[in-house]
């Protein structure tokens, strides 16, 4: 999985861009040559521990902190006029996006089973924590693609839309940086009655672009299958 790397641009954060991955950290007695490609690779493997339930998210962060900290300094990177340190609002956010990341695969790869596709071949995103959503996901879930069912956001697991809502490149939660939105399975019944799918029909969920390789049964653009 490609490590999400966050930089934060006035009071929003975003995901730095694949491209720019050849960004060198500065600002500490790092290996020279040290890219933030080089930290996704420090990363990830700290993170798989911490998703297996070796360590929690404290010892995570700490595990990070170290694996940068030279003589008492964090680095920084800096891509254009933005200059991200990578203090402790950093080291939280990276630990708890890409855990959030590989149990959102996890459900993913389990909603795709075939004896689970074939009972609940659709999906509703909903908002599953309190608070105020940062985002207007009805808007833009309609300009993704998605259509409305009495003011649901509902489809078919193989739809293009679950991956064009992403920030990440993900066909799975989360969507965006502090966003509470999730996704619910909706049984073959209602999926019929809402004219999503046949009774006999099967469908193709595409891999996650990302962490996954091959496909599933199915006519490949998330439609049913006759």
């Excluded at 930290?39 to 929690?56: K, R």
């Amino acid at each position: 999985m490609k490590v999400i790397l966050p930089i934060k641009s006035g009071s929003h954060w975003a995901s730095v861009a694949v491209s720019d991955y050849a960004t060198p950290l500065q600002g500490a007695e790092l290996a020279v040559g040290c890219r933030l490609k080089n930290l996704g690779n420090i990363i990830e493997p700290l993170i798989d521990e911490h998703t297996m339930g070796s360590v929690d998210q404290a010892t995570t962060r700490l595990h990070i902190k170290a694996a940068l900290t030279r003589n008492g300094k964090l680095p920084y990177f800096k891509i254009g006029d933005v200059r991200q340190e990578l203090d402790s609002e950093w080291l939280d956010l990276v630990v708890r996006i890409n855990t959030d990341l590989v149990c959102g695969h996890c459900s993913f790869v389990q909603g795709i089973d075939p004896e689970v596709l074939d009972a609940y071949p659709a999906r509703e995103l909903i908002q599953v924590k309190g608070g105020t959503e940062p985002y207007d996901w009805k808007s833009r879930w309609i300009e993704s693609g998605g259509k409305t069912h009495s003011g649901r956001m509902i489809a078919l697991k193989g739809d293009p839309v679950w991956l064009k809502i992403s920030d990440f490149g993900h066909p799975h939660p989360p969507f965006a940086f502090g966003s509470g939105m999730d996704m619910v399975d909706v049984s073959r019944v209602e999926a019929v009655e809402l004219g999503l799918i046949g009774w006999r029909n099967e469908i193709r969920v595409s891999p996650c672009p990302i962490c996954d390789g091959g496909s599933n049964s199915g006519n490949g653009n998330g439609g049913p299958v006759n």
